[in-house]
């Protein structure tokens, strides 16, 4: 662009800004003039502009007639001035007034549209939802499904161990369903059975043989939570091992690996299906356990020792509420000692009795079978006579276990507020130490 464009162009922005200034000049001559012909300042006296003076509380100006007209027409200008800015500001309110009504007026149009859009979400929530619950059920069916091929496994590997014993007559009514059936039953006539079996399995394939299928079926039994022939075979323990503390260990040991292996199966495969299928009494459990985990120990022995919990639920659910499997495994243990002790009395006096009669009833000859039979009478009631007893002692220990953390907690912040004011007070430490 050259010099003289320039030039041109400077010149018409002046004569604009020019012409501007002119008319912004008339502007207030015509409201001067306005003002002077509506109120007719020049007419009126010296004591007339001074009240006008006096009535919009200024201070009235000692001058002449003159100056009091051009003050007081300055004056009543800004004034002309305040009322249209106030009415452009009335109009601009009407205006957005409207707009208002305006944007009422398109969503009143729009609730279908937000009613589709709710719809649509509620549609993808509850899809979402079946997805998770539908996934959920897989993985359930998934773990039930990898349980039921372990259990396939380990059913395999005994039967094919009780195939290797020799064939007998005393053993041929007697299968895993009839353990099960007369275990729950409690019946004295399949522990005659079995002792028979027992016996003449002994003397043909050999003690140790029968010592290992034995072992064998107890894990088994214990693994998979099944009920009722452990009882026969803790009793059964009377009959084959003489010495008490080898009988003790041995179906210690033999309860104690069952134990541990439901405990595995259920941390690995079970979790989320004990979680759901058994939400309140694994929120119960755990809720004791917590207020016992500073005797963890003492609390799981307690419950071995006791029927307070069955012996299936305890092996379940300990991995879910987070109890060690070593702890878990000492309680198991020791806790089953007594009643596996009471069982061997049992069963060594039940099977001694029997081989000393030559005929008769053995319930009318001999008081040590009574006896028997009523020591394991009196454990399969002792969770109907105890059970109140138990529960409130269970309930008092995990009162005591949230006493203690309490005190804890207390003599943990002692120290802490003895430190703070030793930080606070050295001098007063100081002399006391002196």
């Known amino acids: 662009m050259s010099n003289s464009d320039r030039s041109e162009e400077d010149y018409e922005d002046d004569l604009v800004e020019d012409q501007g200034s002119d008319l912004s000049d008339q502007e207030e001559a015509e409201d001067e003039d306005s003002l002077d012909q509506h109120f007719d300042l020049s007419t009126f006296t010296v ?11 200024l201070p009235v100006p000692k001058t002449r007639k003159a100056g009091l007209v051009s003050q007081l027409t300055a004056i009543l200008l800004d004034e002309t001035t305040i009322l249209d800015d106030v009415q452009r500001l009335d109009e601009l309110e009407d205006q957005l007034d409207e707009e208002a009504d305006a944007d009422a007026d398109d969503d009143e149009t729009a609730p279908d549209d937000e009613e589709g859009m709710d719809v649509d979400a509620t549609i993808a ?52 369903e009839w353990l099960v059936r007369t275990g729950l039953a409690k019946n004295t006539t399949g522990l005659k059975q079995l002792h028979s079996c027992t016996e003449t399995l002994a003397h043909s394939a050999g003690k140790n043989k029968v010592t290992l299928c034995y072992m064998a079926l107890y894990v088994f039994f214990q693994t998979f939570a099944i009920p009722g022939p452990n009882l026969m075979l803790s009793i059964l323990a009377g009959a084959l ?12 040991g033999s309860c104690t690996t069952g134990a541990v292996c439901c405990y595995m199966l259920s ?11 058994l939400a309140s009494r694994i929120d119960t459990f755990k809720a004791r356990v917590t207020s016992n985990k500073d005797h963890l120990l003492s609390y799981m022995l307690f419950l071995r020792l006791t029927p307070l919990l069955p012996n299936w639920f305890i092996n379940l659910s300990s991995p879910v509420v987070g109890i060690p499997v070593s702890t878990f495994a000492c309680a198991t243990f020791f806790g089953q000692m007594p009643m596996n002790l009471v069982f061997w009395f049992s069963g060594n006096t039940f099977f001694k009795a029997l081989e000393g009669e030559d005929g008769g009833d053995p319930f009318e000859k001999n ?6 039979v009523s020591l394991i009478g009196l454990g399969s009631l002792m969770p109907v006579l105890l059970k109140k007893r138990l529960e409130a002692a269970e309930a008092a220990m995990g009162e005591e276990g949230k006493k203690e953390g309490g005190e804890k907690k207390k003599e943990e912040k002692i120290p802490k507020k003895a430190k703070a004011a030793t930080r606070r007070n050295p001098r007063r430490s100081s002399r006391k130490r002196r």
Not at 47 to 57: C, D, H, V, Y
Not at 241 to 252: S, Y
Not at 367 to 372: C, E, F, G, I, T
């Open 47 to 57: 004591i007339e502009l001074q009240a006008q003076f006096k009535a919009r509380g």
């Open 125 to 176: 929530h509850l899809m979402s939802f079946d997805t998770e619950k539908a996934s959920s059920t897989t993985t359930h069916n998934t773990s039930i499904a990898q349980v039921l091929g372990v259990a396939a496994c380990a059913s395999v590997a005994v039967y094919l161990l009780l195939q290797s014993m020799p064939v007998v007559p005393e053993c041929s009514t007697l299968s895993v």
């Open 241 to 252: 091992f003489e010495n008490v503390w080898l009988a003790t260990l041995i179906v210690g």
């Open 267 to 277: 941390h690995y495969l079970l979790t989320d299906v004990i979680q759901q299928k």
């Open 367 to 372: 008081l040590k079978v009574v006896l028997a």
